[in-house]
């Protein structure tokens, strides 16, 4: 008893850790807040499950970050998700709950590998080296689509 004790308590902890963070990635790959929660929910399904050992706070946030990463493209190359419409306001507006400033609105509108690279450099604050070490990309190639995101963020919003 004492051992399933601690183990809720540690599975608590993590969730309580990392659920913003994890929500926030899913969030910005999905662009949908049903679909974010039900990737949170997997992620945090996965952990239980496998019970991974992490060398460092460190190495616990981008494994998180990694499968929050993952389960999005799973959900988005699923034949399901392909096959549905998002459902919009009647006002024909947004179809997001959540009222965002413009800026957020902006990096919401970037195509979806440009969306996951600003996410992770100015939402979680996280270096262009980890970020490549994340996504699998190398360092170049996540500096060059920063610069490209940071263009076309400068272009949507003189649109507006």
Not at 62 to 72: P, V, Y
Not at 85 to 103: F, I, L, M, Q
Not at 131 to 137: L, N, R, V
Request: charged share 30%; aromatic share 8%.
């Amino acid at each position: 008893m004492d051992r399933s004790l601690r183990t809720n308590d540690t599975a608590a902890r993590i969730v309580k850790k990392h659920a913003e963070t994890v929500y926030r990635v899913a969030f910005a790959r999905t662009g949908s807040r049903a679909d974010a929660e039900d990737i949170m929910q997997e992620v945090f399904l996965r952990f239980i499950r496998r019970a991974p050992v992490f060398e460092s706070a460190e190495h616990e946030k981008a494994w998180f970050i990694r499968a929050a990463i993952n389960c999005s493209n799973t959900l988005l190359g699923s034949a399901w998700h392909r096959r549905t419409v998002p459902y919009c306001d009647s006002t024909g507006g947004t179809c997001h709950a959540e009222s965002a400033g413009r800026a957020t609105e902006a990096v919401a509108k970037l195509p979806e590998n440009m969306r996951i690279v600003v996410h992770l450099f100015y939402y979680e604050d996280l270096p262009v080296a980890k970020i490549a070490e994340i996504t699998g990309k190398t360092q170049v190639s996540v500096k060059t689509t920063l610069s490209r995101a940071r263009k076309k963020l400068k272009e949507i919003l003189t649109e507006e």
